[in-house]
């Protein structure tokens, strides 16, 4: 006030500006659970926190938890099988791998902190590593795409790091937000929105040593 006072007492009007906090827009559902399961441990990863983040009265589910006698969802087997199974060789010659499986696993479970259901996939190095961008991204929102019929968020390991994050809002699916592990009808999934990525989510910057590392003393 006394600035103000003294810029009209000399004759020259002092004008103060307000600045607008500019409105901070809300991320979308299926964005907020994409950001949460970035941090979310897996039983692939070196985080020793799944036991604590797999809810105890969900069954955990993996490859080798079929059952003879009824059906055992999230059910990844037939999508598993489907993923190519073609290797090429240096010199770019094609040839099939019989018995070979892009993906190794799966562990589908329910997140305490995010309080939904996730199935983690972890797939083979040696094949993933030989897949461009854009093939990777086709076998996530494959996979993306069986685990959304359960109700499931789906992630992608190659080995223990964490390579795509298929991300989704099923708050307009009554019967998945109530009760997931259960098969969405088709129709209803036509309006379910998912946010999918392909990392690497996390980037090691090599410290740098300078030349003189490894010079004698």
């Known amino acids: 006030m006394g600035s103000a006072l003294a810029g ?17 827009t809300p991320l979308p559902p299926e964005e907020v659970m994409f950001q949460q399961l970035l941090d979310i441990p897996s039983d692939y990863s070196t985080d020793q926190g799944f036991p604590d983040e797999a809810a105890d009265d969900w069954p955990i589910v993996s490859q080798a938890s ?11 087997w037939w999508s598993r099988d489907q993923l190519p199974t073609l290797w090429r060789t240096a010199d770019n010659t094609v040839m099939r791998v019989a018995g070979y499986r892009l993906v190794r696993d799966w562990t589908a479970f329910y997140s305490q902190t995010a309080t939904a259901a996730i199935v983690d996939i972890q797939v083979d190095p040696q094949y993933w590593n030989r897949l461009n961008y854009f093939q990777r991204f086709a076998i996530l929102r494959q996979l993306g795409a069986t685990g959304m019929n359960y109700g499931y968020h789906v992630r992608i390991y190659n080995s223990i790091d964490l390579a795509g994050i298929h991300a989704c809002d099923f708050t307009s699916i009554a019967t998945v937000a109530a009760t997931p592990n259960s098969e969405a009808a088709l129709p209803d999934l036509q309006n379910v929105d998912c946010s999918a990525a392909i990392g690497p989510f996390v980037e090691f910057v090599a410290p740098d040593f300078g030349d003189d590392l490894f010079a004698p003393p």
Do not use: C, F, K
């Open 66 to 76: 079929a059952s003879l006698y009824r059906p055992t969802l999230p059910s990844l």
């Open 8 to 24: 009209m007492a000399l004759g020259s009007p002092v004008a103060y500006a307000q600045t607008e906090t500019a409105p901070v």
